[in-house]
């Protein structure tokens, strides 16, 4: 049998969190909630997690959703950037994070597209195992 090493990174991807918000600069957009789609990917070390099989020594992906949920449908933005920073914070709250990826999309922003979306990603400082942002 060969021998491996196992760096016990986990990476969880919280996929099309679909929440809607206020969101943008024109007059119809500050009055009208609009959909938008999170996606949110977190590196942390989950050696403890592994280890003990227990659900207090793993990142609770849960807690963190329901308060991206609460920010999002409770606040108002006028940038898609602001609203993905913001989030991305959230995240990166968590000392057990070493890396995040947010990305949010705004369906039907633009007239012929399907949607616009803004990138943004945070690691602690010393990880080096972040994969690059997204290409598709």
Do not use: C
């Not at 020594?57 to 949920?69: D, G, S």
């Not at 609203?83 to 995240?91: C, I, Q, R, S, Y």
């Not at 369906?107 to 690691?123: E, G, K, T, Y």
């Amino acid at each position: 049998m060969s021998e491996f090493t196992r760096d016990q990174i986990a990476k969880i991807h919280i996929q099309d969190l679909r929440l809607r918000t206020f969101i943008g600069i024109n007059d119809d957009e500050k009055k009208n909630r609009q959909d938008v789609v999170i996606n949110i990917r977190i590196h942390y070390h989950a050696a403890k997690a592994v280890s003990f099989n227990e659900i207090d020594e793993a990142l609770n992906y849960r807690t963190i959703t329901k308060r991206v949920i609460r920010h999002v449908e409770e606040n108002r933005f006028l940038l898609l950037e602001r609203m993905t920073d913001e989030v991305l914070a959230l995240v990166m709250e968590h000392p057990e994070v070493m890396w995040a990826d947010v990305q949010i999309d705004k369906p039907h922003a633009l007239r012929f597209s399907d949607s616009v979306s803004i990138a943004l990603s945070a690691r602690r400082e010393g990880y080096a195992g972040a994969e690059h942002p997204r290409t598709n």
